[in-house]
């Protein structure tokens, strides 16, 4: 089978189960966005993907980011840059990211929107957060959401895109993105445009899509597993 026969079969059977999970939930499957989280894998994997109508990509190492955007300058992609964020790397993550998914520190807002300053360009935040509060793997507490989130809004070249999150590890995952909803409600609430919420892996796509998940960011069961 050639990579794009078998990225073609990958993309399928996901977006399969996308289609089986918003019927269920009684959601458009235009509702949701699947971002294909590609780290680890090459650029050419990327080009396969974007020629099967693929548009959405996810990176976490802003190294390896770098480098494909600059193969691939000449895609329309969205670029999803969704890693743990270092202060010393926000300059660079800012010239090629549309949304940062992992904002959780009032240090990261202000370095961003500095950054962004500087390339004169517009990106979009989630903020991350660590549902069960323990924010060693990242992620701000439930209790910090809203604080953070108006940090973002303060900024002028960042704009709120909503919330972000993994499901801790050992919990359910159902439980979990249900907690998430109710913190991207309560966010909605003071920020109504703040309708984004970034959650769904590979394992669990189906109990984010039930809870309201509207952007899903898929690696290994669209490109394979990683090494
Ligand atoms: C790697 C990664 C994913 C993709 O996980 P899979 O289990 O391979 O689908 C999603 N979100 C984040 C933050 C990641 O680092």
């Known amino acids: 089978m050639t990579r794009k026969a078998e990225l073609q079969k990958n993309l399928t059977e996901v977006e399969n189960r996308i289609a089986k999970a918003c019927q269920a939930a009684r959601r458009p499957r235009e509702s949701v966005t699947l971002i294909a989280v590609t780290k680890t894998w090459p650029a050419s994997d990327i080009q396969l993907l974007h020629e099967l109508g693929m548009r959405n990509f996810g990176e976490s190492k802003d190294q390896e980011a770098s480098q494909k955007v600059a193969e691939l300058s000449k895609l329309d992609i969205n670029w999803h840059f969704i890693g743990q964020l270092q202060t010393n790397k926000l300059n660079h ?7 940062v998914h992992a904002i959780d520190r009032a240090k990261v ?22 549902i069960d509060g323990d924010e060693s793997r990242g992620g701000i507490a439930p209790a910090g959401v809203l604080e953070l989130a108006n940090l973002v809004t303060a900024a002028q070249n960042l704009r709120l895109g909503g919330v972000m999150a993994v499901a801790p590890l050992g919990m359910d995952p159902d439980l979990a993105f249900a907690k998430l909803l109710e913190i991207s409600k309560a966010l909605q609430k003071v920020h109504p445009q703040a309708t984004t919420i970034s959650a769904g892996m590979s394992s669990d796509l189906e109990a984010a899509i039930k809870n309201g998940a509207t952007h899903l960011r898929i690696g290994s069961d669209l490109l394979g597993k990683r090494a």
Not at 93 to 99: D, E, H, P
Request: no cysteine.
């Open 93 to 99: 993550i800012a010239r090629y990211a549309n949304v």
């Open 109 to 130: 807002v202000a370095g961003l929107d500095t950054a962004a300053q500087k390339s004169a360009r517009e990106i979009v935040g989630l903020v991350q957060v660590s």
